[in-house]
T-cell receptor
Framework: GAVVSQHPSRVICKSGTSVKIECRSL??????MFWYRQFPKQSLMLMAT?????????EQGVEKDKFLINHASLTLSTLTVTSAHPEDSSFYIC???????????FGPGTRLLVL | GDSVTQMEGPVTLSEEAFLTINCTYT??????LFWYVQYPGEGLQLLLK?????DKGSNKGFEATYRKETTSFHLEKGSVQVSDSAVYFC?????????????FGSGTRLSIRP
């Protein structure tokens, strides 16, 4: 199967600090990766589409300077939450598209808690 | 814009019971429809999909039929097992595969009692 990992799985930070979340496709190359955010008992909401070697495309209402996305290789994308605040506390999920079958494979998610 | 609405959970059933999780959608075009499942501690996995009206997706005993007239894609299984306990998400995409943007429903938590 196609496996996507995320690190860390859980992180607690102080307000005002920055947090980096990694998303890796372990056994396939992903030209395209997606970042989602999920609030309790709510849908996954797409934050941005990340293409290897180019700038991410952000959804309406998502601050690109707040949520920095880097996709420097075909197996790694990172999401950095800059100057995190309690309202940024959420569950962040990434996915990678395997070119062979044009299917998104999802990571297990990262729970962020900002105190 | 496009959206997906699915029944709220949690849903609790006994083993071997019949399962239905309702899902309806709103879309301007002709979307592809999906059901994803998330087991505890794991990432979302594609359970089944249908790419055009009247298509039936099926996998692991689960089925869902793309009903354009009622804009629905209800998930069914004739006899659930304890191992089916998970969160189920209905979703749509404007691409035939899941390679592009996916819009998800809010998820339905399913618990199966032995």
């Amino acid at each position: 199967g196609a496996v996507v990992s995320q690190h860390p799985s859980r992180v607690i930070c102080k307000s005002g600090t920055s947090v980096k979340i990694e998303c890796r496709s372990l056994d396939f190359q992903a030209t395209t990766m997606f970042w989602y955010r999920q609030f309790p008992k709510q849908s996954l909401m797409l934050m941005a589409t990340s293409n290897e070697g180019s700038k991410a495309t952000y959804e309406q209402g998502v601050e690109k300077d707040k949520f920095l996305i880097n996709h420097a290789s075909l197996t790694l994308s990172t999401l950095t939450v800059t100057s995190a605040h309690p309202e940024d506390s959420s569950f962040y999920i990434c996915s990678g598209v395997r070119d062979r079958d044009e299917t998104q494979y999802f990571g297990p998610g990262t729970r962020l808690l900002v105190l | 814009g496009d959206s997906v609405t699915q029944m709220e959970g949690p849903v609790t059933l006994s083993e071997e019971a019949f399962l239905t999780i309702n899902c309806t959608y709103t879309a301007t075009g002709y979307p592809s429809l999906f059901w994803y499942v998330q087991y505890p501690g794991e990432g979302l996995q594609l359970l089944l999909k249908a790419t055009k009206a009247d298509d039936k997706g099926s996998n692991k005993g689960f089925e869902a039929t793309y009903r354009k007239e009622t804009t629905s894609f209800h998930l069914e299984k004739g006899s659930v097992q304890v191992s089916d306990s998970a969160v189920y998400f209905c979703a749509l995409s404007d691409h035939w595969s899941s390679a592009s943007k996916i819009i998800f429903g809010s998820g339905t938590r399913l618990s199966i009692r032995p």
